[in-house]
């Protein structure tokens, strides 16, 4: 069974950054896409970013897209999220996510595994 545990989340004004880590045990990490969600207060879980299994190929939501970056470290079994340029409308719970399959998925259906989540908050 595969274990996600995310860190890094906290308070933050707006324009400022934070770095989100994900460590995977129980698996395979190199085999897995790996992808990061997250819920706003009141609002359904919606995709941030993933990042493929195979030559690190990254996808983002558009919301997100030239502040934010998704990176792995396989050898650390890790996945990062660097934010920069946050604004309010990033604060929700963020979840780290593995998907068995090498698609980069937007649709949280298509990932296995979960984490618990860490909470991001920014303040304007």
């Known amino acids: 069974q595969v274990q996600l545990i995310e860190s890094g989340g906290g308070l933050a004004q707006a324009g400022g950054s934070l770095r989100l880590s994900c460590v995977a045990s129980?698996?395979?990490?190199?085999?897995?896409?790996m992808g990061w969600f997250r819920r706003a207060p009141g609002k359904e879980r919606e995709f941030v970013t993933a990042i493929r299994r195979i030559n690190g190929v990254t996808s983002y939501a558009d919301s997100v897209k030239g502040r934010f970056t998704i990176s792995r470290d396989n050898a650390k079994n890790t996945v990062y999220l660097q934010m920069n340029s946050l604004n309010p409308e990033d604060t929700a719970d963020y979840y780290c996510?593995?998907?068995?399959?090498?698609?980069?998925?937007?649709?949280?259906?298509?990932?296995?595994?979960w984490g618990q989540g860490t909470q991001v908050t920014v303040s304007s």
């Open positions: 129980g698996g395979t990490f190199s085999t897995y896409t």
């Open positions: 996510a593995a998907a068995t399959t090498g698609v980069a998925s937007t649709r949280d259906y298509a990932y296995n595994y």
